[in-house]
Every structure is written in structure tokens, then in C-alpha cells.
């Protein structure tokens, strides 16, 4: 029990950390899913918490490697939307899933039983809320040209 608290509030201070660091989005995401996993496997070992927080962790770099940032903020929040992990949402993330994928509960009532449910609910709240709070990237190749133009535009009138 111990253990498990002090998983959860060095879990909290990581992500508060990496939260106000000024890292670029994918390395946030990088850090807190490192610091995740080595921490889960430190504390929790081989047991099932770890294994629902192993399966969300390949999840999410399966999303980010597929559809990005943005693909990967559409995943954590109906996630948190709906308060689980399951095939459907996988699959609108892109994600092709087996007929019988498991459902992972991340409510807040699981999460407040279960460890495994508590870290996968952080896990998906902290993606969530990186993305959101980052700058969008800047403008490249053609969507550059037809910013500029635009702002050319607003000047003139």
C-alpha cells in the first residue's frame, strides 16, 4: 500500500514537472511515459495494474508513431470521455484491434480502487493536457506561404 502511494505522488511530481518544463510536446510525452514505465516496473512488478499500464503505453506509441500529436490527444480524451479504453475507440484512432480486446476501466471510481486504472487514467489525462497546452507548431512550406499572404492581407485594409 505504501508503495503504491509513493508511485502515485512521484508520478504526480514527474508529470508536474514535465508539465512546466519547456519541452517540445513529443519529448514531454517521451519523459512522462519513461518515467512511467520504469516506475510501474519498479513498484508494481509483473503483476496486473502493470500489465493494463503496459498495454495503454504501447497503445499510445502506436497512436503518436500513426497519427501524431493530434491522433494521440483524440485517443486520450475519449478515453477520458467515456471513461475506458476498448476496441471502438481504439479503432477510431486507427489502431486495428482484435475482435475481443479487453476493456480497461479508467473512471474515477476504478481509479480510486485499482493502481493499474489510477496511472492509465494519469497516463491519458496527461497526454490530454500536454497537447492542449502546447503552442501549435510553426507554419511549414505551403501552409507558411498562405499564412503570410493572409497577413499581407490584414495589413492592407
Known amino acids: ?8 505522488t512521484q508520478l504526480r511530481e514527474v508529470r508536474r514537472q514535465i508539465s512546466t518544463s519547456d519541452l517540445p510536446v513529443r519529448l514531454k510525452l517521451a519523459y512522462f511515459k519513461q518515467e ?3 516506475s510501474c516496473a519498479r513498484t508494481l512488478g509483473e503483476s496486473s495494474a502493470s500489465e493494463k499500464v503496459q498495454a495503454v ?5 502506436t497512436i503518436l508513431n500513426n497519427s501524431g500529436t493530434r491522433g494521440l490527444h483524440s485517443f486520450a480524451s475519449e478515453a477520458l470521455k467515456h471513461e475506458q ?17 479487453p476493456t480497461i476501466d479508467i473512471s474515477k471510481g476504478s481509479a480510486g480502487r485499482n493502481v493499474g ?6 497516463y ?10 502546447s ?10 506561404v498562405m499564412l503570410e499572404g493572409s497577413q499581407k492581407e490584414v495589413t492592407k485594409r
Open 85 to 101: 479504453i476498448n476496441g471502438k475507440i481504439l479503432q477510431q484512432a486507427g489502431i486495428p484491434t482484435p475482435h475481443m480486446y
Open 36 to 38: 512511467l514505465a520504469k
Open 124 to 133: 491519458c489525462a496527461f497526454i490530454k493536457d500536454t497537447v492542449e497546452s
Open 117 to 122: 486504472a489510477c496511472v492509465a487514467r494519469m
Open 57 to 61: 503505453l504501447n497503445v499510445t506509441d
Open 1 to 8: 500500500m505504501q508503495s503504491t502511494r509513493n508511485l502515485l
Open 135 to 144: 503552442p501549435p507548431p510553426p507554419p511549414t512550406g505551403a501552409n507558411k
